[in-house]
């Protein structure tokens, strides 16, 4: 049996560990309501902008924009939004797993598709699998602005233009709820299935529909993969604050039983004591 | 007066929404000039100042990358970015245009030269409209 200095010692120290988890888990849960709040920011900007994308393309069918054809596919990217550090319970290994299933069964080499990486996790786990990694951003802040990943979401449609691969999938963590949340594939480009979201309406297009198709497609592109940052910012902070949680209530059913077992002993001690003294006094007489 | 709505509209949220009398805007094809009941039109921005004029009053929204879609009865900007007179931050402004500057006259490679000539519109606009004169 542990003596009772040892056992008081893991009482403190798990103790200490489940004030830094219970801590965790409240910044989790502040830094989550700040990440919906910008993801509801964006739903007006994203809704506007395929409001207009859907009701060109649907005008005319003359506009149409290398961003939007289906070229045979050499090259495939994959674009995985993972988080930056760990305790986030299976929030980046979910997503992992998933894009290396997906990888497996889809191609047999890997000359075949190349990963672009959000998250410093994902990039170290590819980067260790010896995949080519085009691109990545890491140590994006916990609420990302625009400005944060425009550089890399340019890249990322920009090289696509540039015919370096022929298509783009997206991986992240869709949130659904505060204990939910849901892996999510999503084509990316080239824009195949631009649906309109309320009533469209024939505009004038000032020079032309194809002028204003290069301008926009990229600027949609770019926003469906900022969406997915900001959805995946808001399922990490989840995950984290679900994991955090997890952490604290385990750290105090551990106290608990510490806390019997600690003063089992300290009972245990006291009767050996007072049978020594009886048994000395019997001893003297 | 008439008047016409105006929805300004960013990834990081909206920035400007309001009723006003007119709305001029600078597009790729040049200076365009809104009023109400204006015909269903959509044009990409250019980087420079969205003017909008409220009774006698005009207020100066500064713009970077987007387009203008214009409805009978509203418009709206959706831009990369966006931002009021009031919080452009000023300092940020003219610490990037004097860093694109310098970039400008080091000349390295074709790419740079494009991404700092950018850079420097856009903070020269932001300046601009910070301190009014358009």
Known sequence: MASLRDIKNRITSTKKTSQITRAMQMVSASKLNRAEMNAKAF??????????????????????????????????????????????????????????????????????????????????????????????????????????????????????????????????????????????????????????????????????????????????????????????????????????????????????????????????????????????????? | MKTITVNIVTPDGPVYDSDVSMVIAVTASGEMGVLPGHIPTVAPLGIGAVRLKKDNSTELVAVSGGFLEIRPEKVTILAQSAERATDIDVARARESAKRAESLLQAKKDEVDFKRAELALKRAMNRINVYEGNI
Request: proline share 4%; charged share 20%.
């Open chain 1, 43 to 285: 739903v007006p900007y994203m809704a506007k902008i395929q409001d207009v994308v859907a009701s060109i393309a649907a005008g005319s069918n003359d506009a149409s924009h290398p961003m939007m054809i289906t070229r045979p596919v050499k090259k495939t990217a994959y674009l995985v939004i993972t988080s930056d550090r760990g305790l986030v319970g299976g929030y980046n290994s979910n997503i992992l797993r998933t894009v290396s299933n997906k990888i497996r069964e889809r191609h047999a080499s890997k000359d075949e598709f190349v990963i672009l990486c959000i998250g410093r996790k994902g990039r170290d786990f590819f980067a260790k699998q010896g995949m080519t990694i085009l691109d990545s951003a890491i140590a994006l802040p916990d609420h990302p602005s625009f400005a944060d990943i425009k550089e890399v979401t340019r890249k990322a449609v920009g090289m696509f233009s540039e015919g370096a691969y022929d298509e783009v999938y997206m991986y992240y963590n869709h949130f659904v709820s505060a204990i939910q949340q849901e892996v999510t594939e999503t084509k990316v480009l080239p824009l195949t299935d631009i649906k309109p979201t309320g009533a469209t309406s024939t505009y004038e297009f000032d020079p032309s529909a194809g002028a204003i198709l290069e301008v926009l497609l990229p600027q949609y592109a770019e926003s469906l993969i900022f969406g997915a940052v900001l959805d995946g910012k808001a399922s990490e902070h989840a995950a984290s604050m679900t994991a955090m949680k997890s952490a604290t209530d385990n750290a105090s059913e551990l106290i608990d039983g510490l806390t019997l077992s600690y003063n089992r002993a300290r009972q245990a001690a006291i009767t050996q004591e007072i049978t020594e003294i009886v048994g000395g006094a019997a001893a003297l007489e």
